[in-house]
């Protein structure tokens, strides 16, 4: 688990430990958002997130991030109605980036890392 600002946990399901914490429902609530990155690959994310929104409400706020179709995922198994927001996030361009660095090195920054946030 990765706290990266005092209001948000990210946790990343390939990662054991994060992976246990997920489960067994042990990040803090005192945060804003947890993110949750590569969760459809527990079978029982959905109901586990459903459960966790109805007995507790909307604090902290979840953010369930993934490189699967989650807009798949989404229209399958238990419905998230109510609850479930969807935002498709592309990678990066050169337009986005040339805001913060220059356009060249935007440009030679995606050539090395691509536009995916994580690795860039």
Not at 6 to 29: A, C, G, H, M, P
Not at 61 to 88: C, M, N, P, W
């Amino acid at each position: 688990m990765k706290k990266y600002w005092s209001n948000l946990y990210y946790l990343n399901y390939d990662v054991s430990e994060d992976k246990t914490i997920f489960i067994k429902k042990q990040w803090d609530r005192s945060v804003d958002i947890v993110v949750v990155d590569e969760v459809h690959k527990y079978k029982e994310w959905k109901t586990l997130i459903k459960g966790v929104y109805d007995t507790e409400g909307v604090s902290p706020h979840i953010l369930v991030t993934g490189s699967a179709r989650l807009d798949l995922i989404h229209k399958s198994g238990e419905s998230l109605a109510g609850r479930f927001y969807q935002h498709r996030l592309y990678p990066f361009s050169v337009a986005e980036l040339k805001t913060i660095m220059s356009p060249q090195e935007a440009f030679d920054k995606l050539l090395r890392f691509g536009g995916f946030p994580e690795p860039f």
